[in-house]
């Protein structure tokens, strides 16, 4: 038996525990944030759990932390000791290692201390047991989550909680000049699914208006084609490297194994921008990668994924399906051409 703190985006946290209901028989969940953080009992180790995470990763559960140890909550300085003494503890598992510590709470907690106070004062207590505190790209993370009366404190590796960002939530700063906050979705995919964009050469974004994602990958030094009736932004007239057809995608065609990255960020029904998008396949290499995101807009979206992928298995091979912090009513496919 183990216990698991679960984060899902806002409202889709019911999906995340059906997936998991799906994976692991016996499970059970207690609420933590409504329709976002959950806690688990699994009727599995640590080690099983991570393993079956591994091979079956949820499409809806952004970020998991496992409880280590449950500490009831003081309402004092005694709980940063309480901390600052499991950290002692841990000097074998953190010496020589860079280490983050993330703080999230329940809305009404009596843990009195935020999370940069709390950090502060155990980076302190782990640079004394010989461990390098960062911010991003731990090799460790020290995980704690303030409940209505427990502290849950867990330590994991990026991988083992699936992301280094507090809760899965990533954060991106606006730039100046950038078009649209849609930018955000395909920087978070090409980090979610370790893709370097600058390694391709020729992008079609279908759909693109206003034009986020095609500013993206031409800011990589891609050449991109961008195809929608609507206007893209003017300030990307700047770039020669970009050709615009203001048209709809369905009627435009192109010589084979004219791109080697496919993208498509379009409001429309699930099967059809899986129609549209498996129309441009003989457009692809082969071994070109596809980033699609689709639109949750039915009343069983795990059916919805499912026929979807199976449509668009017909030419590619999924590689990844996710619901990134940036998605909201949708999910992000990572595909590459058969």
Known sequence: MSHWIG?????????????????????KFTQLIAGE?????????????????????????????HIERALPIQGSADDLQALSDLVRVARARVEDQTVAVHLRRVEKTPFMYSASDTKSVLDAVLMEVGAETVMQSPDMILSIFAGAEELYVG???????????????????????????????????ERAF????????????????????????????????????????????????????????SDVNFPPGTFDLLVCDMSWSPMQMAKLVLEKTEALSDGATAIITLKLMHKKPLQTIRDVIAKLESAFELKKAKQLFHNRDEITLYLVKK
């Not at 953080?37 to 932390?65: A, G, T, Y």
């Not at 330590?155 to 000049?177: H, I």
């Open 194 to 249: 370790k893709l370097y964009f600058e390694t391709y050469k020729q992008a079609v974004d279908i759909g693109a208006a206003p034009g986020g994602w095609t500013q993206l990958l031409l800011e990589r030094g891609l050449r991109v084609t961008s195809i929608d009736p609507a206007n893209l932004h003017p300030s990307l007239s700047a770039y020669p490297r970009l050709t615009v057809m203001k048209k709809n995608a």
């Open 155 to 189: 330590w994991g590796t990026p991988a083992e909680q699936l992301s280094d960002w507090p809760g899965g939530a990533v954060r991106f700063q606006r730039e100046e000049g950038q078009i649209s906050r849609a930018k955000f979705k395909l920087l978070e995919a």
């Open 7 to 27: 984060t899902a985006n806002h409202g889709f946290a019911s999906l995340a525990m059906e997936e998991l209901r799906r994976f692991v028989n016996g499970i």
């Open 37 to 65: 953080v959950f806690k688990m009992e699994v009727p599995l180790s640590r080690e099983e759990l991570l393993e079956l995470l591994q091979k079956n990763e949820p499409i809806f559960l952004r970020h998991i932390q």
